[in-house]
């Protein structure tokens, strides 16, 4: 086989940036899409000129032609198609954070054991390119034992009012940043500390700040604040540093690499993660793709996306929202 016949379940905004994504990719052809939305769905299937359109994901994995799904559906409703298309036998990429809870998490990790399909979880910035060299350098010795790190991932409150009625930014967000840290110093979070702040009384938070305690000793400092001022210039400010003891690495995806100036305001379009061109996504998220077709292909479990590693960054970030919600340290494991 050369090439995985995919669905997807959920076509949100992110599932259709999925779609623009997996049509650009010659290993994999877009299959099937399904959602409850019949509007959406008619509107998705003709965009992309996908004749599988279904409103029950059972319906879409009861099919033997399809390989595999990417799951696109909010967070807090990945569990029971996740094990379903496992059962099915079919490869999953299976959006962050892996799910809602710890134990929901730990049934999906289950089902992955003892499936034909392998499962991958889209953490998607292990796909940055800054992030993959940072690893390649801290992998070859360059900056010694680590010993503390930091990051930055804040967004304008114009994209999040809707967001925060559904996730906060410590899950929402910090877990990209947790993740990364965890694959980064090849380290468990033992305990957990984090103070919130609601500026709009919106369902969540609108800042989440987060100090982790490695096992090794070492400690982190995530700031997460979906609510920059309107006129911030840009969509993203994105950073880390990671101090070792014998160098530093400081990894920064923000201000605007590319500015565009209109009548209307300075615009800073994504360039890492998902630029598109001419209708088609590249970027990072290509490069996941690639990555899990190539996995899937080959029939080989994934060394980056791991679920048990996703388990683990959903884990820290909830025992950090306990954290800010009780006021005390949580420590896990």
Not at 3 to 22: N, P
Not at 176 to 183: A, F, K, N, Q, S
Not at 255 to 261: D, M, R, Y
Request: with cysteine; hydrophobic share 40%; glycine share 8%.
């Amino acid at each position: 086989m050369s090439q995985l016949r995919i669905g997807i379940i959920g076509l949100g905004w992110f599932g259709e940036i999925h779609a623009e994504t997996i049509i650009g990719i010659p290993s994999l052809k877009l299959d099937a899409l399904c959602t409850r939305n019949a509007e959406r769905l008619a509107q998705q299937g003709e965009k992309f000129g996908v004749q599988k359109l279904y409103a029950d994901y059972n319906d879409m994995l009861a099919d033997p032609n399809i390989d595999a799904v990417s799951i696109c559906t909010m967070w807090d409703q990945h569990t029971e198609p996740a094990i379903a298309a496992l059962k099915a036998g079919k490869h999953v990429f299976l959006e962050k954070p892996i799910a809602s809870t710890v134990e929901d998490a730990r049934k999906i990790v289950a089902a992955s054991k003892d499936s034909k399909g392998i499962l991958f979880i889209g953490h998607i910035a292990r796909f940055n390119p800054r992030f993959r060299m940072a690893k390649q350098a801290i992998d070859a010795g360059r900056i010694g034992k680590i010993v503390a790190l930091s990051s930055r991932r804040n967004i304008p409150a114009a994209w999040t009012p809707e967001i925060l009625n559904k996730i906060g930014p410590i899950v929402g967000d910090a877990i990209h940043d947790t993740d990364l840290m965890l694959w980064l110093t090849g380290d468990r979070i033992v305990s957990a500390y984090a103070q919130t702040v609601s500026v709009r009384d919106l369902k969540n938070p609108d800042i989440g700040q987060t100090m982790f305690r490695f096992s090794s000793g070492a400690t982190a400092t995530l700031e997460t604040v979906w609510c920059m001022p309107e006129k911030t210039p840009f969509d993203i400010d994105e950073r880390m540093s990671i101090i070792g003891t014998e160098g530093i690495i400081h990894i920064q995806d923000t201000f605007p690499n590319l500015a565009i100036v209109d009548d209307n305001k300075l615009h800073s379009p994504d360039t890492t993660y998902w630029p598109e061109f001419d209708g088609v996504r590249g970027g990072a998220l290509r490069d996941e793709f690639d990555y899990f077709t190539r996995m899937a292909l080959a029939g080989k479990q994934p060394d980056i996306g791991r679920p048990e590693d996703a388990a683990a960054a959903l884990e820290a970030c909830l025992a950090a929202e306990e954290s800010a919600r009780s006021g005390n340290v949580i420590r896990i494991g």
